[in-house]
């Protein structure tokens, strides 16, 4: 059997190292592309698209408007993880807000009956490190995961194709199990 080949796109992260390894360790192989160097469309060659979190902030809609248009035109599953979760976010006319900052393992409840938490409890503990919060859903998506931090913790597309978690998934145990849930969505 063919391993799946997931594109990360590298918003900046400083855990894109981390990133891909967990994916790689699941069984995916990985190739990474700058936010600005994305191709216009997937060749066939992908089987998911990952999008790390950023430096650039979310609501700069020029920089990834490319970013957005593959997403957009992809037929494969989409996750978007802090800051890449934002901006999918941002450019379907969700708002982000200031918040305190946060850094280190904060707990969020998560609804079990979505396919990207099959392989966690209820309650998880997932890792944050940032000031930025979404704080509702915009139109097309729904809120799947909720944390005393974030309002939305995690959404989902109403097609279910796109995904998106304010936590680092990188990072944790709990983390890890997600983004096998999200590996079983491609294979």
């Given at each position: 059997m063919t391993?799946?080949?997931?594109l990360v796109v590298d918003n900046g992260t400083l855990s894109l190292p981390q990133l891909c390894r967990r994916l790689e360790q699941l069984g995916s192989l990985t190739e990474t592309v700058k936010a600005a160097s994305v191709p216009t469309r997937l060749t066939g060659r992908h089987q998911?698209?990952?999008?790390?979190?950023t430096k650039v902030r979310a609501w700069d809609q020029a920089y990834y408007r490319p970013l957005i248009d593959l997403v957009t035109h992809a037929a494969v599953p989409v996750l978007g993880?802090?800051?890449?979760m934002q901006l999918l976010a941002v450019a379907a006319g969700g708002r982000l807000a200031?918040?305190?900052q946060r850094v280190g393992g904060h707990e969020a409840q998560v609804d079990t009956a979505e396919?990207?938490?099959?392989?966690v409890k209820p309650t998880v503990t997932v890792f944050h490190?940032?000031?930025?919060?979404?704080?509702?859903a915009p139109p097309g998506y729904r809120v799947i995961g909720?944390?005393?931090?974030?309002?939305?913790?995690?959404?989902?597309?109403?097609?279910?194709r796109v995904l998106g978690a304010q936590a680092h998934l990188e990072f944790r145990k709990d983390g890890l199990e997600i983004l096998r849930g999200f590996t079983d969505l491609y294979r």
């Open positions: 391993q799946p080949r997931v998911a698209i990952v999008l790390s979190g993880i802090c800051g890449g200031e918040g305190p396919p990207l938490f099959s392989h490190r940032h000031t930025l919060y979404l704080q509702q909720r944390s005393a931090q974030a309002p939305v913790e995690f959404l989902r597309s109403d097609d279910g």
